[in-house]
């Protein structure tokens, strides 16, 4: 099973296909529900908030005091450790990975730390500051490390009880003392479907996300200038919210490809699976936890173990 993984996920066009079916069915169930539920533009009784759609995009939503929605008694819509984000957020977030054992290079592992704060303005909108470190550790001789940063703009596509979408940009500048020489700019699309009334899933969520990064300044010869990620996530919730220490404990699965598409490896595809978990240890607070393990070949390393913190504000 997992060879037959591997060698679909390889192809470059494969999970581009299949995030492309996804999103157009994420579309279509958008405009279901918003049947189902009447107006795009009502006021929904139990959460006191209209829906966001494409429609009303520059009608609704802008000036409006920021508020995440909660869907405490339906499938709750959360961050996960790889996926991008579908919603506006204010928050701390604190990222650790340790990458084992990486293959071809002359690091033999790598520490990875990232700090943010995000703030959305109102509901459209939201501002990201980052930074970041990371430690490389030498298969021989001596080691590297250094800092880097960046910024990111995110905004509201949809917003309803069973769907939301978001489309963001970002820059990121390049970690010069460990040997980057390229400024990152992305674009990503993420998306979040609730399954229970599509599938009878109960507090089963579905996100996808595919982003776009180009990679601008000084570059060696045959070094990619270009590659897309696409990741797809399910994320089951077993208790509530309200649960001491293990509010909303989810399981979730992460599957990330990256494909690059230029350079002297074009068409070359990384792709991982991630399971992980995340709970709310106290009101506001919550860990997320996973092991990345490559399903690619060759492997582009061993494990990346990942934590991260957050605090809702």
């Not at 009784?45 to 508020?67: I, K």
């Not at 998306?191 to 601008?216: C, H, I, K, T, W």
């Amino acid at each position: 099973m997992r060879g037959i993984f591997s060698t679909a996920m390889c192809r470059p066009g494969f999970a581009a296909k299949l995030f492309i079916g996804l999103v157009a069915a994420g579309a279509l169930f958008v405009d279901v529900a918003a049947a189902a539920e009447g107006n795009e533009g009502s006021v929904n009784a139990a959460t006191g908030l209209s829906d966001l759609t494409l429609s009303n995009f520059f009608t609704a939503g802008w000036g409006e005091p920021y508020v995440h929605r909660e869907r405490e008694d339906g499938t709750p819509d959360m961050a996960l450790l790889k996926v991008t984000t579908n919603f506006l957020e204010r928050e701390l977030r604190l990222d650790y990975a340790r990458t084992v054992d990486v293959k071809h290079s002359r690091f033999q592992d790598t520490d990875f730390a990232r700090a943010l704060i995000a703030y959305g303005l109102d509901r459209r909108i939201m501002l990201e500051a980052i930074t970041n470190y990371q430690w490389n550790t030498p298969r021989t001789g001596a080691g590297a490390s250094g800092a880097g940063g960046g910024l990111l703009t995110r905004f509201q596509l949809v917003d309803t009880e069973l769907s939301s979408y978001s489309f963001q940009v970002s820059a990121n500048e390049p970690n010069r003392s460990i040997g980057q020489t390229q400024t990152s700019i992305q674009y990503a699309l993420a998306g979040f479907n609730d399954l229970y009334p599509l599938l009878g899933l109960a507090r089963v969520g579905l996100y996808y996300s595919v982003v776009y990064e180009s990679l601008l300044g000084n570059h060696a010869k045959g070094a990619r200038e270009s590659d897309i990620a696409y990741d797809i996530s399910l994320a089951k919730t077993w208790t509530p919210y309200r649960t001491p220490v293990f509010g909303n404990f989810t399981t979730f699965l992460e599957a990330l490809a990256t494909t690059d598409l230029d350079g002297s490896n074009r068409g070359h595809t990384v792709a991982t699976l991630t399971p992980g978990v995340r709970f709310w240890f106290y009101p506001k607070n919550s860990i997320i936890a996973g092991v990345d393990v490559p399903v690619s070949h060759p492997l582009p390393f061993d494990k990346v173990y990942r934590v991260t913190y957050i605090l809702n504000f």
